[in-house]
């Protein structure tokens, strides 16, 4: 019976290490789908019960009003209890978008995108330009959600540390890939104070992009600031 092959005496442990590599990818992806999973079903449960339950309070309490005395004493305490109650209510949907954008479900990635920067901003008084492809490709969900991901994360960073006056983020759509291009004016991504190369939150979106056929890159731009970019190629968005 002839024998296989003898490896050479570093190609086991090499590929030993490559399998591991390998498991421990498939574990932080799955692990990654199960945690976008749960957040999703907790923003669905928020909605549902939480703002639904406030919404029909304020209705109540709306008719309560109605019916009091008019004595100032009492709509002071019902104006006080209604403020409270929206309030409440914003907190919950504000809650409900940080767990899960329900954009990217109903009306599509575009649109979450553009809402997106809009708000950013707005939010910080910088200029947020948003280019779009034409058409609105249907992505899978992982797929989605990673662009989702890896543009609020762009953009908290920006916030936190870039200083910049002028954000641009473009999704080209084209060929084979899908990418994604977070751009600022502020200091590029040596410059950043306290931020570390090893961020958790980009080394968590490289490790997704990883899983999904992709890549993510973080560097500086050609004058000033740094340039984010996620690339996955289309052909996976049917494999996961």
Not at 15 to 42: F, K, P, S, V, Y
Not at 52 to 77: F, I, N, V, W
Not at 139 to 149: D, N, S
Not at 158 to 172: F, N, Q, R, S, Y
């Amino acid at each position: 019976m002839t024998q296989p092959p003898s490896l050479p005496p570093d190609a086991a442990p090499d590929r030993q290490l490559a399998e591991r590599n390998a498991d421990l990818a498939e574990l932080l992806g799955h692990l990654t789908t199960c945690r976008d999973d749960e957040r999703r079903l907790l923003a669905r449960k928020l909605h549902d019960s939480l703002g639904s339950s406030m919404t029909a309070l304020t209705m109540h309490l709306a008719l309560l009003t109605q019916q009091l005395p008019k004595e100032q004493a009492l709509q002071d305490r019902t104006a006080q209890m209604k403020q409270l109650l929206m309030t409440i209510i914003d907190t919950n949907r504000d809650m409900q978008l940080s767990l899960w954008n329900d954009k990217l479900e109903f009306l599509g990635i575009k649109s979450a995108i553009a809402e997106l920067v809009s708000d950013f901003g707005k939010q910080h008084q910088l200029v947020a330009r948003c280019s779009l492809p034409d058409e609105d490709e249907a992505y899978a969900r992982e797929h989605g959600v990673a662009l989702l991901r890896a543009l609020e994360e762009g953009l908290r960073n920006i916030a936190a540390h870039a200083g910049a006056t002028e954000v641009d983020v473009i999704l080209d759509d084209g060929g084979d890939e899908i990418m994604l291009t977070v751009r600022d004016n502020g200091v590029g991504p040596g410059e950043k104070p306290g931020e570390s190369s090893g961020c958790h939150g980009l080394r968590l979106l490289r490790e997704r992009a990883r899983y999904l056929g992709g890549a993510l890159s973080v560097m500086p731009a050609r004058e000033r600031g740094t340039v984010m970019t996620l690339t996955l190629p289309k052909a996976a968005a049917s494999q996961h």
